[in-house]
């Protein structure tokens, strides 16, 4: 698993810093690190681009898990966090929220994170959950409709289907195309027949909370 | 009172349908005309709801003109803008008005229409819409409650005859089916063996079947819809006839295959009914019921 995130556009993050003029940079060493956003060499190009602009950068750190509980040490490492008037976080926001959870100081996150998911080839990610609450991969030939259909239709592909194809992009595969092909091959086609109900949305109220025995 | 669209669909008589596209906007006195010109000539009319998922007067609205003119209304409703409760209250204000036919759409992706950062529902898709109004017929609403005064529509869906892959789309079909259409209107059809080869399929179920025929305007009108409209597929010659003709006259030329399409397909008995889309150009559709001999 992986929390997929992209860089904001610097101009966001410059006028998000506006009012502060003393940063401390916080990467993480795991997700962030791997989609090449907030790695040990990113964050050295943050710093980089915040002096240009004449910020002081105060100190900057990788943490190893940003969202995992040693980040409150690790923050307390850092040299300088004392002096900055805001902490940049280059992470996913799950680490934006531990480091907030952790420091009585401004958090400003400086990625957009997009999704969870898995990397196909080298720097290609894609969703393939989105942690609806009620699977139905065992119907679905393993292939989730509610993630990989533009529409997260239930019960079959809608009329924009071209060839296998999605009517939103043309390169991208239609989610109904591939179950079909995969039950098929499977002799489940009987699974594409059966009505499935309106979504319960109720298994997934927001905020999300479970205390797992 | 019931579904006067119903009694036609169930007389054994060949049904036509038009369609009417609602503005953008508030001067409606273009859509009025269009009202004015067809209620009469064809059995129902559908207004379409944000068609291309582009923002329009709303296809209720549409369909309160038409019942003011003494029309008949087919709501059209796709599940792209709103979730189940809005549905629900909207059927059952639709009802009250008098509106008594409904065609249930998924609806297309936010982002091939004009507002792209627009949030997509799609709560329901088309088949849970019709079980919808099926288990609301019935006296309860979605929620599993009681409705003080239930509803009574006579429901329809569309299908894709010329998708590719067809099975999955056929799959589908049968669930509509299931769920409670009682009639198809079809994505547009122009090559009438395939359909026909559809229809064998089709008449198998107990449900009622419109040809979709949209016209034809430009032999490159033509050539467009078949390389980016998802199933539909304009045969050669057919842009062929379209590019033959004299310098002005192709929409004359597409006129005259629309009608010469509905003529076929009622005199072959090859389906219940046609289902006439002349996109923009709704002043046409007598011209086409004319050629055809109706």
Not at chain 1, 27 to 37: E, I, N, P, Q, R
Not at chain 2, 73 to 78: A, D, S, V, Y
Not at chain 2, 115 to 137: C, T, W
Request: proline content about 5%; charged content about 25%; glycine content about 8%.
């Amino acid at each position: 698993m992986k929390s997929i995130t992209k860089q904001k556009p610097f101009d966001e993050v410059k006028q998000q810093l506006d009012r502060f003029d003393r940063v401390c940079i916080v990467g993480c060493g795991t997700c962030a690190t791997m989609t090449k956003t907030g790695g040990r060499e990113e964050v050295l190009n943050m710093k980089e681009h915040l002096q240009e602009l004449g910020k002081l950068v105060t100190g900057w750190t990788v943490i190893p898990t940003a969202c995992d509980e040693m980040t409150e040490g690790a923050l307390n490492l850092i040299q300088g966090i004392q002096n900055a008037n805001c902490i940049l976080v280059m992470a996913c926001a799950l680490g934006v929220h531990k480091v907030n959870l952790y420091i009585d100081k401004p958090v400003i996150p400086a990625l957009d994170t997009l999704f969870i998911g898995v990397e196909d080839s080298p720097g290609y990610f894609h969703e393939v959950c989105a942690q609806c609450g009620q699977c139905v991969l065992g119907e679905t030939a393993g292939i989730c409709p509610l993630t990989a259909c533009h529409k997260g239709l239930l019960n079959g592909p809608c009329g924009g289907t071209n060839n296998g194809k999605c009517e939103v992009d043309k390169e991208k595969d239609c989610a109904w195309t591939l179950i079909y092909q995969r039950l098929k091959e499977q002799g489940r086609l009987d699974l594409m027949h059966k009505y499935h109900p309106p979504k319960n949305y109720q298994v997934v109220p927001r905020p999300r909370v479970i205390k797992l025995v | 009172m019931i579904s006067k669209f119903r009694q036609v669909l169930n007389s054994g008589k060949f049904v036509v349908t038009s369609e009417i596209g609602p503005p953008k906007g508030t001067n409606i006195e273009k859509m009025l005309h269009h009202i004015d010109l067809l209620k009469d000539k064809v059995d129902a009319l559908n207004v379409t709801d944000h068609q291309s998922s582009v923002m329009r007067f709303p296809s209720i609205g549409g369909c309160l003109a038409i019942k003011e003119q003494g029309g008949e209304p087919i709501l059209q409703m796709t599940c792209r803008d709103r979730n189940r409760l809005a549905l629900q209250a909207e059927l059952l204000l639709a009802y009250t008005r008098g509106i008594r036919n409904v065609l249930c759409l998924t609806g297309d992706a936010i982002p091939v229409g004009d507002h792209k950062e627009a949030k997509g529902v799609f709560d329901l898709d088309s088949v849970q819409l019709l079980r919808a109004i099926r288990q609301m017929e019935a006296g309860k609403d979605l929620g599993g409650n009681e409705l003080d005064g239930t509803i009574e529509f006579c429901a329809g869906a569309i299908v894709t005859p010329e998708a590719r892959p067809i099975e999955p789309q056929l799959i589908k079909f049968e669930k509509k089916v299931e769920a409670g259409a009682e009639f198809f209107q079809t994505q547009a059809v122009y090559d009438l063996d395939n359909f026909a080869k559809f229809m064998q399929y089709a008449r198998q179920f107990s449900v009622k079947i419109l040809a979709g025929i949209v016209l034809l305007s430009s032999a490159s009108m033509a050539k467009y819809m078949t390389e980016n409209v998802p199933g539909i597929f304009v045969p050669k010659y057919l842009i062929d006839e379209l590019a033959s003709a004299p310098r002005g006259e192709a929409l004359n030329k597409g006129k005259e295959i629309a009608g010469r399409m509905v003529a076929t397909l009622k005199k072959e008995s090859i389906c219940d009914g046609v289902h006439i889309m002349a996109i923009r150009r709704e002043e046409v559709v007598p011209d086409i019921l004319a050629i055809a001999g109706l």
